[in-house]
């Protein structure tokens, strides 16, 4: 059974983004730029904020972060958001989630430019992608597909390889505990696009577990209710592991591994985590790409 190492597999995409980026200029005026919005002070978000902003360093992506005050109005939030839709320098941007419950999420997502919606959260982004024609796949997601790939292609040649070809899923079941528009939804698009036969549960189908146990492939995204043993599954299967929760102090995620039958499993933390993080690094080089910004000589 495989435990997929989520941090490695990010580490290898990491290395060839910062490569590819060596191509361009390093003024400020051509490096990629993402502004990350934090309304209030949200400890787990804070956390989460800081490593994607390490992890722009890293690469070599210009990240700015603007911290609002819990407080804030619409009009204020707006206002900041339109300027940075408006910032020729800045390629890409996204809120932290969640916001305070005063502001509609929603109507302050759609303000965001579907160029700079890196993270597909906007309506114009999100038909794009149900109708086939995505403008960038979300983060989460994203990071789901590429384990699910370098599943395939670890079975097939038995080592890590940073961009492992598309799997096609035809023939395979696929389940999904969890629809939010970040994760569930988005998902079974994408697992649809592989012709996967997709299976969406949520917090009213009741026996999740009878779709469970036929899965092939099972992305579990829920961080709340009971969690899943492994013993549920059937032999073969790849578990996909995005919920997040703490307990006890302790990081976990929606699965219980208790178990040796499954063909692969990611482990939280260390899975799904990193690897979202580095699709949002790669997204944010794709909104850079399209805004023609043009590669130069290396300087060695
Ligand atoms: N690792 C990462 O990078 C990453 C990224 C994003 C999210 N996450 C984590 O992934 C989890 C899901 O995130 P989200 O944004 O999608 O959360 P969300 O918006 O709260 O959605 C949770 C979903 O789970 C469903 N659900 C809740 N309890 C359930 C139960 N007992 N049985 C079946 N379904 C149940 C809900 O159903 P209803 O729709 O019926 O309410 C809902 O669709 C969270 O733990 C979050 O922290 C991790």
New binding site residues.
């Given amino acids: 059974m495989l435990r997929l190492d989520g941090k490695l597999f990010a580490f290898l995409r990491e290395l060839h983004l910062k490569e590819l980026l060596c191509h361009y200029d390093p003024g400020e005026s051509n490096r990629p730029c993402i502004t990350i919005i934090q309304v209030g002070k949200k400890k787990a978000s804070s956390i989460y904020i800081s490593r994607k902003i390490e992890a722009c360093h890293r690469v070599g992506i210009i990240a700015k972060y603007l911290n609002l005050d819990e407080t804030v109005d619409f009009e204020k939030l707006k206002d900041e958001i339109i300027k940075i839709n408006q910032d020729n320098l800045c390629d890409a941007m996204i809120l932290q989630l969640p916001i305070p419950q005063h502001l509609d999420k929603k109507k302050v997502i759609d303000l965001i430019s579907p160029i700079k919606d890196v993270d597909c959260l906007t309506s114009s982004n999100q038909g794009l992608l149900f109708t086939q024609n995505p403008r960038y796949f979300p983060c ?1 997601p994203l ?1 789901c597909i590429n384990l699910i790939d370098l599943v395939f292609h670890l079975k097939k040649i038995g080592k890590y390889e940073p961009f492992p070809p598309a799997s096609d899923l035809s023939g395979l079941h696929a389940v999904i ?4 528009n ?3 939804r988005p998902m079974a698009e994408i697992l649809l696009q592989r012709n996967a036969t997709v299976t969406v ?5 009741g026996d ?1 577990i009878r779709y469970l146990k036929d899965a092939d492939i099972v992305i579990l ?6 969690r899943t043993s492994s013993k549920v599954f059937r032999s073969g299967a790849i578990v996909i592991d ?4 703490l307990e006890n102090g302790k990081l976990m995620g ?1 699965l219980i591994v208790e178990s040796e039958q499954l063909l692969a499993f990611t482990p ?1 933390p260390g899975g ?2 990193p690897m ?1 993080v580095q699709s949002l690094l790669e997204n944010t080089f794709t909104a850079f790409k399209n805004g023609n910004k043009t590669p130069v000589n290396r300087v060695s």
Avoid at 177 to 180: F, I, K, P, T, Y
Avoid at 201 to 205: A, E, G
Avoid at 221 to 226: E, F, L, Q, R, Y
Wanted: proline share 3%; hydrophobic share 35%; glycine share 20%.
């Fill in positions: 989460t990071a505990v969890g629809r939010s970040l994760v569930g549960c949520h917090s009213k189908t999740t995204a829920t961080g709340a209710g009971p995005v919920g997040i929760r929606d939280v799904v985590g979202t």
